[in-house]
């Protein structure tokens, strides 16, 4: 309830995550949305941290004390969102939270082991964005990562089930939450490093039958 989401309606989200894939941003393309979304390390990286994300979601993995997240957050007046099931210790999210009073909880229905992107894509459509493109959601094909450059797979990598996981995903956002299907796109999806490539065409073939 302290933040008004109703600017986001009916507008452009462009999500933005830490695969290699993210390598094709531009600044045209950022500057194409209306809104941009990221996650987690994102404030790290040298072209991202030039433009203005947003909505980021922090993970536990984050160190709220960061003095180059909290100059970022307070030049870009970036709303923050926390997972309700984060371990963060919820004393020190009332503290962040005092000294950057743009934050909030969430907990969306849909959750995988596809990460915040995913997620990120689920609240974008829930505050009532009508276009949502998202870049940066390839798998672990590479170990390259936008956000960190020694930032490994994690132990439960199986590409298999990231893609059962994926189908998942682009379901419950067309058919659940109504997504038009041509407001929705996974740029990265020819990118050579993205284990994804032609799923959400499939699954938009299907829901269109």
Known sequence: ??????????????????????????????????????????????????????????????????????????????????????????????????KHMQSFLY?????SRLGYVARASVLAKLMGANKIHFIGLDGFKSNSHYFENTKGSPSFNNEEKFCDQMEIFYRYMLNDLKMNPDNFKNLSDQHKDSIYGGILEAIKNETNK
């Open 1 to 98: 309830n302290n933040i008004n989401y109703s600017s986001i309606k009916d507008k452009s989200v462009l999500v933005v995550g830490g695969g290699p894939s993210c390598e094709m941003l531009t600044t045209e393309i950022i500057e194409s949305y209306d809104y941009i979304f990221s996650c987690n390390h994102f404030y790290k990286n040298t072209f991202l941290n030039k433009h203005k994300v947003h909505v980021a979601l922090l993970g536990d993995e984050v160190d709220l004390r960061d003095k180059q997240l909290l100059d970022y957050l307070h030049k870009n007046k970036t709303i923050v969102g926390f997972e309700h099931s984060s371990r963060r210790n919820i004393m020190h999210l009332l503290d962040f939270k005092k």
């Open 107 to 111: 907990l969306t229905r849909y959750f």
